[in-house]
């Protein structure tokens, strides 16, 4: 199942702007499953199927609409030029811009990326009806690895190739932050998946859509917001890991990622002996394994019943979980521990806050303008420094409760989803802007091995991962 954002209309409501989407069958489109099934995740010695979330944001003068994949796991916008010879060729596009039919185009400069060859250039873009003019854009000439265009959202300092960095530069926000939550858990290979729709907020978050303490964490800014993962454990067994790990939660194509002594005690855990047959783990049908992420103060459970599917040996196993190997540093993890979490995303200061996800009808939503209401420091957990009582008033904050009649389900349920730039953020305040994201999901059926052999990436070399991770351009490479 995949939902496409179409911008069918633009519902302001307490200065938050609401994309409704419209949800589609995967079925129904053919080529965009045989595109997914070829761009299956490869991590270590996996292969698995998609979930990502999906936008639409309009390119060019005239606006031309371009299906683009909302990712966290890389910045810059990239889309296949309708031109390319991929995209002459019968379904080699799900969507592409014509920079030839734009009055507004300026190229730059012809780059090597994405499996090809393509031009950078600067162009009007406009998303959750924020335009920004003279906005980065590369455009494929020859082929690009990838059938959709990429709308990266990780760190840049470059309001010209950071769309949240624009709207802090341009006003619209107090600075380059935004958040995430789900109107539910989005789970594997389940059909209550369809229809639940990602929220975003530019400039602001909802503070009704948490509980429990708010972590702040420092992140690499130019890593695809990688950032330490205080441990896991399973069902209150801290789980011993062979070195400590960090994790990217990349709304790009990630299930779940785990290294294989995790995956181990899953399988012990319930009843499976941490057996490995035949490329799975063994666990026993009907039950209901859990692992707990724990972000410092922040802990979230994240159930993996979806993943325990009968074996043709006789019991059930686990399939559908990315094996990595023990000593593996970097952790890609996607929408099925996104969406159980609140997520804001700040650019500016560059940390990520974490909170364990409410899922409620009601709204409160709060511009950031300085520190995040609430939050504490992953360094204090990391001190042993008890949790403080912590005031749920914001301090420097504007509030804005959007009513839950607001809210567009599917397509009524939903309530609205790079040279170093050195100018300070701007300090107005503007009601933060918002979008709605949902979304898509294809079943291609995992095949692990586990293995503990494989070398690790130099920690030094900075890189931007998106795609299911498949692709990496290292840092100036554009």
């Known amino acids: 199942m ?17 994309v409704p989407l419209k949800a589609r069958d995967i079925s129904d489109s053919p080529d965009v499953a045989a595109h997914l099934a070829a761009r299956g995740v490869d991590h270590d010695t996996q292969k698995m199927g998609s979930i990502f979330y999906e936008a639409e944001i309009e390119i060019g003068t ?24 991929q995209c002459e060729q019968p379904n080699g596009c799900k969507s592409s811009f014509d920079n030839r039919k734009s009055s507004t185009w300026k190229y730059n400069r012809e780059t090597h990326n994405w499996g090809g060859i393509g031009n950078f250039g600067v162009d009007t873009v406009t998303y959750a009806g924020q335009t920004l003019k003279d906005f980065q854009v590369w455009v494929s000439k020859d082929k690009m690895a990838n059938s959709m265009g990429i709308f990266g959202q990780s760190g840049s300092d470059d309001p010209t190739n950071s769309f949240v960095q624009g ?9 380059a932050v935004y958040s995430l939550n789900a109107e539910k858990p989005i789970l594997w290979r389940n059909k209550a998946t369809q229809g639940v729709v990602n929220n975003v907020y530019y400039g602001g978050f909802d503070r009704a859509k948490y509980e429990g303490p708010l972590t702040t964490i420092k992140v690499d800014h130019h890593g695809g917001y990688a950032m330490p993962l205080g441990g896991l454990s399973i069902k209150g067994e801290k789980v011993k890991t062979a070195r400590d790990h960090q994790i990217v939660l990349d709304t790009g194509g990630i299930a779940l990622t ?16 941490g057996v490995w047959e035949s490329g799975y783990y063994k666990v026993e ?7 707990t992420y724990e972000f410092g103060y922040t802990k979230i459970d994240v159930d993996l019943s979806s993943y325990v599917l009968p074996s043709p040996h006789g019991g059930c196993r686990l399939e559908g979980v990315n094996p990595a190997e023990d000593n593996k540093q970097i ?6 521990l996104i969406s159980k979490a609140l997520l804001i995303y700040d650019n500016t200061r560059d940390t990520i ?27 204090d957990w990391l001190a042993g420094k008890p949790l403080p009582e912590v005031s749920s008033t914001p301090t420097s904050s504007k509030t804005s409760t959007i009513p839950a009649s607001s809210s567009v389900t599917p397509p009524k349920s939903s309530s609205a989803a790079p040279k170093p730039f050195s100018a300070a953020p701007t300090t107005s305040k503007v009601a933060p802007q918002s979008s709605t994201l949902a979304i898509k999901t294809t079943s291609t ?25 498949t692709f990496c351009i290292s840092v100036g490479s554009y």
Request: aromatic share 6%; net charge positive; proline share 11%.
């Open 2 to 18: 995949l939902f496409s954002n179409l911008l069918l209309a633009t519902i302001a409501v307490a200065g938050i702007v609401h």
């Open 62 to 85: 005239p606006p031309q609409k371009v299906t683009v994949c909302f990712d966290t796991g890389s910045p810059l916008l990239w889309v296949p030029g309708a031109n390319s010879t």
């Open 167 to 175: 709207l802090a530069h341009s006003g619209k926000i107090s600075r």
């Open 258 to 273: 785990l290294p294989n002594n995790t995956l181990k005690l899953i399988s012990q855990k319930n009843g499976g002996n």
């Open 285 to 291: 049908c009907g039950s209901k394994p859990e692992i």
């Open 331 to 336: 952790l890609l993890n996607g929408p099925p």
């Open 353 to 379: 806050t974490v909170g364990k996800a409410k899922y409620t009808d009601e709204s409160d939503v709060v511009e950031i303008t300085g520190d995040i209401p609430g939050a504490v420091k992953y360094e």
């Open 445 to 469: 059926q995992p095949k692990p091995q586990p293995s503990s052999t494989q070398a690790q990436p130099s920690p030094s070399m900075r890189q931007w991962c998106s795609w299911f991770g």
